[in-house]
Protein backbone atom coordinates (compact mmCIF):
# COMPACT_ATOMS: atom_id res chain seq x y z
CA UNK A 1 0.00 0.00 0.00
CA UNK A 2 1.15 3.49 -0.59
CA UNK A 3 2.56 5.54 2.65
CA UNK A 4 2.28 9.33 2.61
CA UNK A 5 5.66 11.63 2.60
CA UNK A 6 5.83 15.49 1.77
CA UNK A 7 5.70 15.06 -1.67
CA UNK A 8 1.91 13.30 -1.94
CA UNK A 9 1.69 9.59 -2.09
CA UNK A 10 4.57 7.61 -2.33
CA UNK A 11 3.38 4.57 -4.48
CA UNK A 12 3.96 1.14 -4.13
CA UNK A 13 7.40 1.32 -2.75
CA UNK A 14 8.50 3.53 -5.94
CA UNK A 15 9.86 6.82 -5.80
CA UNK A 16 7.26 8.15 -7.95
CA UNK A 17 5.07 10.90 -5.49
CA UNK A 18 1.15 11.26 -6.60
CA UNK A 19 -0.50 14.14 -5.51
CA UNK A 20 -3.94 14.78 -5.09
CA UNK A 21 -5.19 13.54 -8.31
CA UNK A 22 -7.74 16.01 -10.51
CA UNK A 23 -10.15 15.08 -12.76
CA UNK A 24 -7.52 13.98 -15.42
CA UNK A 25 -6.21 11.49 -13.25
CA UNK A 26 -4.87 9.41 -16.61
CA UNK A 27 -3.06 12.76 -17.55
CA UNK A 28 -1.39 12.99 -13.96
CA UNK A 29 -0.49 9.33 -13.18
CA UNK A 30 1.68 9.69 -16.70
CA UNK A 31 3.24 12.82 -15.59
CA UNK A 32 4.37 11.58 -12.46
CA UNK A 33 6.05 8.83 -14.09
CA UNK A 34 7.57 10.91 -16.58
CA UNK A 35 9.05 13.25 -14.01
CA UNK A 36 10.25 10.40 -11.69
CA UNK A 37 11.93 8.92 -14.77
CA UNK A 38 13.39 12.02 -16.32
CA UNK A 39 14.83 13.28 -12.58
CA UNK A 40 16.28 9.70 -12.16
CA UNK A 41 14.21 8.35 -9.54
CA UNK A 42 13.04 5.59 -11.59
CA UNK A 43 15.66 4.20 -12.73
CA UNK A 44 16.14 1.94 -16.12
CA UNK A 45 15.42 -1.59 -15.48
CA UNK A 46 13.41 -0.86 -11.88
CA UNK A 47 9.88 -3.15 -11.94
CA UNK A 48 6.61 -1.20 -11.80
CA UNK A 49 3.39 -2.47 -9.69
CA UNK A 50 1.29 -4.38 -11.82
CA UNK A 51 -1.74 -1.94 -12.83
CA UNK A 52 -4.20 -3.98 -10.22
CA UNK A 53 -1.93 -3.20 -7.01
CA UNK A 54 -1.12 0.33 -8.40
CA UNK A 55 -5.21 0.83 -8.71
CA UNK A 56 -5.62 -0.29 -5.57
CA UNK A 57 -2.72 2.08 -4.11
CA UNK A 58 -4.49 5.06 -5.79
CA UNK A 59 -7.79 4.31 -5.11
CA UNK A 60 -8.39 4.88 -8.73
CA UNK A 61 -9.88 2.73 -11.69
CA UNK A 62 -7.73 -0.27 -12.76
CA UNK A 63 -8.44 0.42 -17.02
CA UNK A 64 -7.27 4.46 -16.17
CA UNK A 65 -3.93 2.65 -15.00
CA UNK A 66 -3.65 0.43 -17.79
CA UNK A 67 -4.33 3.24 -20.71
CA UNK A 68 -1.33 5.12 -18.77
CA UNK A 69 0.91 2.13 -18.84
CA UNK A 70 -0.27 1.63 -22.55
CA UNK A 71 0.62 5.12 -23.52
CA UNK A 72 3.77 5.01 -21.58
CA UNK A 73 4.79 2.48 -23.39
CA UNK A 74 4.13 3.47 -26.65
CA UNK A 75 6.06 6.90 -25.83
CA UNK A 76 9.03 4.52 -24.52
CA UNK A 77 9.17 5.41 -20.83
CA UNK A 78 8.11 1.72 -19.92
CA UNK A 79 8.56 -1.34 -21.36
CA UNK A 80 6.72 -4.43 -21.33
CA UNK A 81 8.40 -7.70 -21.15
CA UNK A 82 6.74 -10.57 -22.07
CA UNK A 83 6.30 -12.75 -18.67
CA UNK A 84 8.25 -10.62 -16.83
CA UNK A 85 5.71 -7.58 -16.64
CA UNK A 86 6.87 -4.09 -16.56
CA UNK A 87 10.05 -1.68 -16.50
CA UNK A 88 11.29 1.62 -16.86
CA UNK A 89 13.02 1.58 -20.71
CA UNK A 90 16.25 2.95 -21.04
CA UNK A 91 16.24 5.71 -23.27
CA UNK A 92 18.29 6.88 -25.79
CA UNK A 93 18.51 10.52 -24.75
CA UNK A 94 19.19 9.91 -21.39
CA UNK A 95 22.53 10.36 -19.94
CA UNK A 96 23.96 8.62 -16.29
CA UNK A 97 24.12 10.29 -13.91
CA UNK A 98 25.03 9.46 -10.70
CA UNK A 99 21.48 8.62 -9.59
CA UNK A 100 21.56 6.19 -13.05
CA UNK A 101 24.08 3.63 -12.97
CA UNK A 102 25.07 2.01 -15.88
CA UNK A 103 23.60 -1.45 -15.81
CA UNK A 104 23.46 -3.69 -18.46
CA UNK A 105 19.20 -3.09 -19.52
CA UNK A 106 18.29 -3.39 -22.39
CA UNK A 107 17.19 -1.22 -25.06
CA UNK A 108 13.13 -0.90 -25.58
CA UNK A 109 12.07 -2.92 -28.41
CA UNK A 110 10.02 -0.59 -30.99
CA UNK A 111 6.25 -1.60 -30.70
CA UNK A 112 6.30 -3.28 -33.81
CA UNK A 113 2.60 -3.87 -34.50
CA UNK A 114 0.05 -0.84 -34.48
CA UNK A 115 -3.61 -2.00 -35.07
CA UNK A 116 -5.53 1.21 -33.33
CA UNK A 117 -8.46 1.68 -35.01
CA UNK A 118 -9.28 5.22 -37.14
CA UNK A 119 -5.94 4.87 -38.74
CA UNK A 120 -5.53 4.47 -42.22
CA UNK A 121 -2.70 2.83 -44.49
CA UNK A 122 -0.29 5.75 -44.58
CA UNK A 123 2.12 3.55 -47.02
CA UNK A 124 -0.75 3.33 -49.50
CA UNK A 125 -1.25 7.04 -49.99
CA UNK A 126 -0.78 7.87 -53.63
CA UNK A 127 2.19 10.33 -53.90
CA UNK A 128 2.71 9.61 -57.56
CA UNK A 129 -0.73 10.93 -58.83
CA UNK A 130 -0.45 13.50 -55.93
CA UNK A 131 2.50 15.07 -56.83
CA UNK A 132 1.09 14.85 -60.08
CA UNK A 133 -1.56 16.59 -58.79
CA UNK A 134 0.66 19.60 -57.29
CA UNK A 135 2.36 20.04 -60.46
CA UNK A 136 -0.62 20.30 -62.38
CA UNK A 137 -2.41 22.81 -60.27
CA UNK A 138 0.29 24.96 -58.88
CA UNK A 139 2.13 25.28 -62.22
CA UNK A 140 -1.00 26.99 -63.54
CA UNK A 141 -2.14 28.45 -60.34
CA UNK A 142 -2.62 32.14 -60.44
CA UNK A 143 -0.10 34.55 -58.70
CA UNK A 144 -3.74 35.56 -56.16
CA UNK A 145 -3.68 32.01 -54.98
CA UNK A 146 -0.40 32.76 -53.37
CA UNK A 147 -1.84 35.64 -51.03
CA UNK A 148 -4.28 34.91 -47.83
CA UNK A 149 -6.64 32.02 -48.20
CA UNK A 150 -10.19 32.51 -48.20
CA UNK A 151 -11.72 30.76 -44.67
CA UNK A 152 -14.65 29.58 -46.79
CA UNK A 153 -11.86 27.42 -49.10
CA UNK A 154 -10.96 27.53 -52.65
CA UNK A 155 -14.09 28.21 -54.95
CA UNK A 156 -12.93 25.30 -57.10
CA UNK A 157 -12.62 22.73 -54.41
CA UNK A 158 -15.43 23.37 -53.09
CA UNK A 159 -17.37 22.92 -56.52
CA UNK A 160 -15.45 19.65 -56.80
CA UNK A 161 -16.57 18.92 -53.00
CA UNK A 162 -20.19 19.17 -53.90
CA UNK A 163 -20.20 17.56 -56.52
CA UNK A 164 -18.20 14.41 -55.47
CA UNK A 165 -20.65 14.43 -51.94
CA UNK A 166 -23.45 14.35 -53.84
CA UNK A 167 -22.50 11.47 -56.36
CA UNK A 168 -20.85 9.24 -53.80
CA UNK A 169 -22.86 10.10 -50.30
CA UNK A 170 -26.10 11.50 -51.40
CA UNK A 171 -25.44 15.26 -50.22
CA UNK A 172 -27.56 18.01 -51.26
CA UNK A 173 -25.13 20.92 -51.25
CA UNK A 174 -23.80 23.32 -53.15
CA UNK A 175 -20.47 25.14 -53.09
CA UNK A 176 -21.87 27.91 -50.94
CA UNK A 177 -22.12 25.36 -48.27
CA UNK A 178 -19.55 23.88 -47.69
CA UNK A 179 -16.62 25.66 -45.56
CA UNK A 180 -13.09 24.04 -45.83
CA UNK A 181 -10.90 22.91 -42.29
CA UNK A 182 -8.36 21.96 -41.51
CA UNK A 183 -9.61 18.36 -40.27
CA UNK A 184 -12.62 16.95 -38.43
CA UNK A 185 -11.41 18.22 -34.73
CA UNK A 186 -11.11 22.04 -36.69
CA UNK A 187 -14.92 21.35 -38.09
CA UNK A 188 -16.19 20.22 -34.97
CA UNK A 189 -14.77 23.08 -32.82
CA UNK A 190 -16.86 25.44 -35.27
CA UNK A 191 -19.74 24.16 -35.29
CA UNK A 192 -19.20 23.82 -31.17
CA UNK A 193 -18.87 27.59 -31.51
CA UNK A 194 -21.60 28.49 -33.53
CA UNK A 195 -24.01 26.76 -31.66
CA UNK A 196 -22.68 28.23 -28.05
CA UNK A 197 -23.17 31.33 -29.47
CA UNK A 198 -26.89 30.19 -30.77
CA UNK A 199 -27.60 29.57 -27.11
CA UNK A 200 -27.51 25.85 -27.53
CA UNK A 201 -25.51 25.00 -24.13
CA UNK A 202 -26.40 20.66 -23.83
CA UNK A 203 -24.92 18.40 -27.00
CA UNK A 204 -26.46 15.15 -26.90
CA UNK A 205 -23.63 12.22 -28.29
CA UNK A 206 -23.21 8.25 -28.49
CA UNK A 207 -22.17 6.82 -25.54
CA UNK A 208 -19.15 5.23 -27.37
CA UNK A 209 -17.04 8.05 -28.99
CA UNK A 210 -14.04 9.84 -29.57
CA UNK A 211 -13.02 11.66 -26.35
CA UNK A 212 -11.64 14.65 -28.19
CA UNK A 213 -14.68 14.62 -29.57
CA UNK A 214 -16.49 15.20 -26.24
CA UNK A 215 -13.57 17.36 -24.72
CA UNK A 216 -14.09 19.95 -27.60
CA UNK A 217 -17.61 20.06 -26.95
CA UNK A 218 -16.69 20.94 -22.96
CA UNK A 219 -14.30 23.24 -23.74
CA UNK A 220 -16.20 25.61 -25.79
CA UNK A 221 -19.08 24.95 -22.87
CA UNK A 222 -21.61 23.04 -24.34
CA UNK A 223 -22.31 19.64 -22.08
CA UNK A 224 -22.63 16.82 -23.58
CA UNK A 225 -24.62 14.02 -22.21
CA UNK A 226 -24.93 10.19 -23.86
CA UNK A 227 -27.67 8.01 -25.37
CA UNK A 228 -27.13 5.06 -25.31
CA UNK A 229 -26.11 2.49 -28.37
CA UNK A 230 -27.32 -0.62 -29.53
CA UNK A 231 -27.16 -3.02 -32.75
CA UNK A 232 -29.59 -0.46 -34.63
CA UNK A 233 -27.38 2.55 -33.71
CA UNK A 234 -28.12 5.46 -31.46
CA UNK A 235 -31.42 5.36 -29.14
CA UNK A 236 -32.62 8.23 -30.78
CA UNK A 237 -35.72 8.02 -28.79
CA UNK A 238 -34.13 9.61 -25.82
CA UNK A 239 -33.26 12.44 -27.17
CA UNK A 240 -37.08 13.95 -25.73
CA UNK A 241 -35.62 13.04 -21.93
CA UNK A 242 -34.23 15.63 -19.61
CA UNK A 243 -31.99 17.41 -20.22
CA UNK A 244 -33.50 18.30 -23.63
CA UNK A 245 -30.42 18.82 -26.08
CA UNK A 246 -30.03 21.35 -29.19
CA UNK A 247 -28.46 19.35 -31.14
CA UNK A 248 -26.75 15.46 -31.48
CA UNK A 249 -23.94 14.27 -32.07
CA UNK A 250 -23.99 11.04 -34.92
CA UNK A 251 -21.93 8.82 -36.71
CA UNK A 252 -24.84 7.14 -38.25
CA UNK A 253 -23.05 5.83 -41.40
CA UNK A 254 -20.78 3.84 -39.30
CA UNK A 255 -20.81 4.39 -35.74
CA UNK A 256 -17.31 4.82 -33.95
CA UNK A 257 -16.37 2.39 -32.56
CA UNK A 258 -19.31 -0.28 -32.45
CA UNK A 259 -19.33 -0.26 -35.79
CA UNK A 260 -23.49 -0.58 -36.15
CA UNK A 261 -25.39 1.77 -38.47
CA UNK A 262 -28.32 4.11 -37.60
CA UNK A 263 -31.37 1.69 -38.86
CA UNK A 264 -33.89 3.54 -41.59
CA UNK A 265 -36.76 4.11 -38.54
CA UNK A 266 -34.23 5.70 -36.67
CA UNK A 267 -32.94 8.44 -39.31
CA UNK A 268 -36.43 9.37 -40.10
CA UNK A 269 -37.04 9.55 -36.28
CA UNK A 270 -33.91 11.64 -35.70
CA UNK A 271 -34.91 13.99 -38.39
CA UNK A 272 -37.82 14.27 -37.11
CA UNK A 273 -37.07 15.57 -33.78
CA UNK A 274 -35.03 17.92 -35.17
CA UNK A 275 -37.44 19.47 -37.17
CA UNK A 276 -39.90 19.52 -33.98
CA UNK A 277 -37.59 20.70 -31.37
CA UNK A 278 -35.84 23.29 -33.80
CA UNK A 279 -32.17 21.18 -33.27
CA UNK A 280 -29.47 20.38 -35.79
CA UNK A 281 -28.01 16.73 -36.17
CA UNK A 282 -24.16 16.50 -36.71
CA UNK A 283 -23.16 13.96 -38.68
CA UNK A 284 -19.67 13.10 -38.60
CA UNK A 285 -19.39 10.66 -41.77
CA UNK A 286 -15.50 9.82 -40.74
CA UNK A 287 -15.48 6.40 -43.20
CA UNK A 288 -18.52 6.37 -44.91
CA UNK A 289 -17.13 5.45 -48.10
CA UNK A 290 -15.93 1.93 -47.09
CA UNK A 291 -18.43 -0.58 -46.81
CA UNK A 292 -17.85 -3.87 -47.82
CA UNK A 293 -20.92 -5.98 -48.62
CA UNK A 294 -23.32 -3.65 -49.85
CA UNK A 295 -23.21 0.08 -51.09
CA UNK A 296 -22.06 2.68 -48.52
CA UNK A 297 -25.05 3.90 -46.64
CA UNK A 298 -26.02 7.36 -47.81
CA UNK A 299 -25.57 9.90 -45.28
CA UNK A 300 -28.21 11.19 -43.12
CA UNK A 301 -27.85 14.54 -44.43
CA UNK A 302 -29.55 13.98 -47.87
CA UNK A 303 -33.02 13.36 -45.90
CA UNK A 304 -33.09 17.17 -44.39
CA UNK A 305 -30.18 19.66 -45.30
CA UNK A 306 -31.34 22.13 -42.94
CA UNK A 307 -30.96 20.52 -40.21
CA UNK A 308 -28.04 18.54 -40.54
CA UNK A 309 -24.59 19.66 -40.57
CA UNK A 310 -22.07 17.30 -42.29
CA UNK A 311 -18.69 17.21 -41.37
CA UNK A 312 -16.76 14.60 -43.79
CA UNK A 313 -12.85 14.45 -43.91
CA UNK A 314 -9.75 13.26 -46.20
CA UNK A 315 -7.91 11.65 -42.88
CA UNK A 316 -9.49 8.18 -43.51
CA UNK A 317 -9.46 8.38 -47.53
CA UNK A 318 -6.16 9.31 -47.62
CA UNK A 319 -4.47 10.59 -44.97
CA UNK A 320 -4.47 12.39 -41.78
CA UNK A 321 -1.38 14.64 -42.83
CA UNK A 322 -3.10 16.70 -45.05
CA UNK A 323 -5.19 18.62 -42.63
CA UNK A 324 -8.17 18.59 -44.72
CA UNK A 325 -11.65 18.11 -44.35
CA UNK A 326 -15.01 20.08 -45.06
CA UNK A 327 -17.89 21.23 -43.49
CA UNK A 328 -21.57 20.89 -45.29
CA UNK A 329 -23.29 23.43 -43.18
CA UNK A 330 -27.55 24.62 -43.78
CA UNK A 331 -28.07 27.99 -45.20
CA UNK A 332 -28.64 29.82 -42.50
CA UNK A 333 -25.27 28.56 -40.65
CA UNK A 334 -23.12 29.99 -43.30
CA UNK A 335 -22.27 32.94 -41.87
CA UNK A 336 -21.46 32.32 -38.48
CA UNK A 337 -19.11 29.57 -39.24
CA UNK A 338 -17.48 31.78 -42.04
CA UNK A 339 -17.23 34.75 -39.09
CA UNK A 340 -16.30 32.00 -36.75
CA UNK A 341 -13.45 30.27 -38.69
CA UNK A 342 -12.41 34.08 -39.74
CA UNK A 343 -11.81 34.88 -35.95
CA UNK A 344 -9.58 32.00 -35.78
CA UNK A 345 -7.55 32.80 -39.10
CA UNK A 346 -6.71 28.95 -39.43
CA UNK A 347 -6.92 27.73 -43.17
CA UNK A 348 -6.01 24.80 -45.44
CA UNK A 349 -2.41 25.74 -47.34
CA UNK A 350 -3.53 26.35 -50.92
CA UNK A 351 -1.39 23.64 -52.46
CA UNK A 352 -3.12 21.18 -50.93
CA UNK A 353 -6.66 22.53 -51.74
CA UNK A 354 -5.42 22.95 -54.93
CA UNK A 355 -4.21 19.22 -55.57
CA UNK A 356 -7.70 17.91 -54.09
CA UNK A 357 -9.66 19.84 -56.32
CA UNK A 358 -7.45 18.26 -59.07
CA UNK A 359 -7.56 15.13 -57.40
CA UNK A 360 -11.28 14.54 -57.40
CA UNK A 361 -12.08 16.25 -60.96
CA UNK A 362 -9.61 13.91 -62.54
CA UNK A 363 -11.39 10.75 -60.93
CA UNK A 364 -7.97 9.79 -59.12
CA UNK A 365 -9.66 10.37 -55.94
CA UNK A 366 -12.66 7.84 -56.69
CA UNK A 367 -9.88 5.28 -58.27
CA UNK A 368 -8.14 5.21 -55.11
CA UNK A 369 -11.79 4.77 -52.94
CA UNK A 370 -12.21 1.89 -55.20
CA UNK A 371 -8.69 0.28 -55.02
CA UNK A 372 -8.28 0.86 -50.85
CA UNK A 373 -11.76 -0.54 -50.48
CA UNK A 374 -10.42 -3.45 -52.30
CA UNK A 375 -7.43 -3.58 -49.89
CA UNK A 376 -9.48 -2.93 -46.63
CA UNK A 377 -12.47 -5.78 -47.41
CA UNK A 378 -8.93 -8.08 -47.95
CA UNK A 379 -7.72 -7.69 -44.60
CA UNK A 380 -10.97 -7.26 -42.84
CA UNK A 381 -11.69 -10.95 -44.29
CA UNK A 382 -8.34 -12.15 -43.20
CA UNK A 383 -8.73 -10.49 -40.09
CA UNK A 384 -11.95 -12.40 -39.14
CA UNK A 385 -10.79 -15.43 -40.48
CA UNK A 386 -7.27 -15.91 -38.32
CA UNK A 387 -9.38 -14.90 -35.14
CA UNK A 388 -12.09 -17.34 -36.67
CA UNK A 389 -9.33 -20.47 -36.56
CA UNK A 390 -7.18 -19.14 -33.63
CA UNK A 391 -8.91 -17.65 -31.22
CA UNK A 392 -12.76 -18.87 -31.76
CA UNK A 393 -14.46 -17.95 -28.83
CA UNK A 394 -13.85 -14.55 -28.83
CA UNK A 395 -16.70 -12.77 -30.75
CA UNK A 396 -15.98 -10.33 -33.36
CA UNK A 397 -18.64 -7.28 -34.14
CA UNK A 398 -19.11 -4.44 -36.30
CA UNK A 399 -20.37 -4.51 -39.73
CA UNK A 400 -18.09 -5.38 -42.60
CA UNK A 401 -17.38 -1.70 -43.03
CA UNK A 402 -14.69 0.99 -41.84
CA UNK A 403 -11.00 0.23 -40.82
CA UNK A 404 -11.33 -1.99 -37.32
CA UNK A 405 -13.53 -4.16 -35.83
CA UNK A 406 -14.77 -4.93 -31.86
CA UNK A 407 -13.36 -7.52 -29.90
CA UNK A 408 -15.41 -8.95 -27.01
CA UNK A 409 -13.46 -12.04 -25.39
CA UNK A 410 -15.16 -14.12 -23.32
CA UNK A 411 -12.69 -14.90 -20.19
CA UNK A 412 -10.54 -11.07 -20.49
CA UNK A 413 -11.34 -7.82 -20.18
CA UNK A 414 -10.30 -5.22 -23.13
CA UNK A 415 -8.03 -3.76 -19.85
CA UNK A 416 -6.05 -7.22 -19.56
CA UNK A 417 -6.03 -7.76 -23.64
CA UNK A 418 -3.98 -4.28 -24.15
CA UNK A 419 -1.79 -5.07 -21.50
CA UNK A 420 -1.54 -8.67 -23.20
CA UNK A 421 -1.10 -7.21 -26.79
CA UNK A 422 1.59 -4.70 -25.20
CA UNK A 423 3.80 -7.39 -24.00
CA UNK A 424 3.61 -8.99 -27.86
CA UNK A 425 5.10 -5.58 -29.25
CA UNK A 426 0.98 -4.61 -30.31
CA UNK A 427 -0.75 -1.69 -29.72
CA UNK A 428 -4.54 -1.65 -29.85
CA UNK A 429 -7.04 0.30 -28.07
CA UNK A 430 -9.68 -0.80 -25.24
CA UNK A 431 -13.61 0.29 -25.54
CA UNK A 432 -13.14 1.94 -22.10
CA UNK A 433 -10.76 4.50 -24.12
CA UNK A 434 -14.19 5.71 -25.83
CA UNK A 435 -16.97 5.56 -23.31
CA UNK A 436 -18.17 8.22 -22.03
CA UNK A 437 -18.57 8.81 -18.63
CA UNK A 438 -22.07 8.37 -17.93
CA UNK A 439 -22.34 5.38 -19.90
CA UNK A 440 -24.37 2.67 -18.26
CA UNK A 441 -23.39 0.51 -20.76
CA UNK A 442 -21.55 -2.69 -19.50
CA UNK A 443 -19.93 -3.85 -22.74
CA UNK A 444 -16.08 -4.15 -22.79
CA UNK A 445 -13.84 -5.40 -25.41
CA UNK A 446 -11.04 -3.96 -27.26
CA UNK A 447 -10.95 -2.32 -31.15
CA UNK A 448 -9.16 -3.68 -33.51
CA UNK A 449 -7.54 -1.14 -36.81
CA UNK A 450 -6.84 -3.44 -39.70
CA UNK A 451 -5.53 -0.79 -42.26
CA UNK A 452 -2.70 0.90 -40.30
CA UNK A 453 0.22 -2.34 -40.95
CA UNK A 454 1.73 -2.07 -44.29
CA UNK A 455 1.97 -5.15 -46.69
CA UNK A 456 4.80 -6.06 -45.19
CA UNK A 457 4.18 -6.38 -41.61
CA UNK A 458 0.50 -7.44 -41.54
CA UNK A 459 1.13 -11.21 -41.15
CA UNK A 460 3.16 -10.49 -38.41
CA UNK A 461 0.46 -8.26 -36.38
CA UNK A 462 -1.70 -11.09 -37.46
CA UNK A 463 0.43 -13.40 -35.37
CA UNK A 464 0.99 -11.25 -32.81
CA UNK A 465 -2.84 -10.28 -32.44
CA UNK A 466 -3.63 -14.23 -32.29
CA UNK A 467 -1.52 -14.65 -29.37
CA UNK A 468 -2.82 -12.32 -27.38
CA UNK A 469 -6.09 -13.51 -27.74
CA UNK A 470 -5.82 -16.89 -27.19
Not at 12 to 28: F, K, M
Not at 44 to 70: E, K, W
Not at 80 to 105: L, N, W
Not at 422 to 431: F, G, K, M, S
Request: some cysteine; overall charge neutral.
Amino acid sequence: MGEESAGGLRTSGLDLHVGQLGRNRRAELMDAFREAIRTGRLAPGTRVPSSRVLADDLGMGRNTVVRAYSELINEGWLLARHGSGTEVAQRATEQPTERQPQRPTAARPPLMHDLRPGWPDLSSFPRQEWVRAVKRTVTTAPCEAFGYADPHGHGELRDAIARYLARARGLRARADNIVVCSGAAEGLRLVAAVLAKAGVTTVAVEEFGLQTQRETLLLTGLDAVPISVDADGADVSTLDDAPIPGAVLLTPSHQFPLGVALQSDRRAAVVDWARRRDALIIEDDYDGEFRYDRSPVGALQGLDHDRVIYLGTASKSLAPGLRLGWLVVPDHLVESTLAEKGWAEETVGFVNQLAMTDFVESGAYDRHIRAMRSQYSRRRRQLVDAISRHAPWVRVTGMAAGLHIVVEHPRRTGAELVCRAAEEQLTIEPLDAFRHPGSRSDRDGVAIGFATPSASAWSGALDALVRTLR
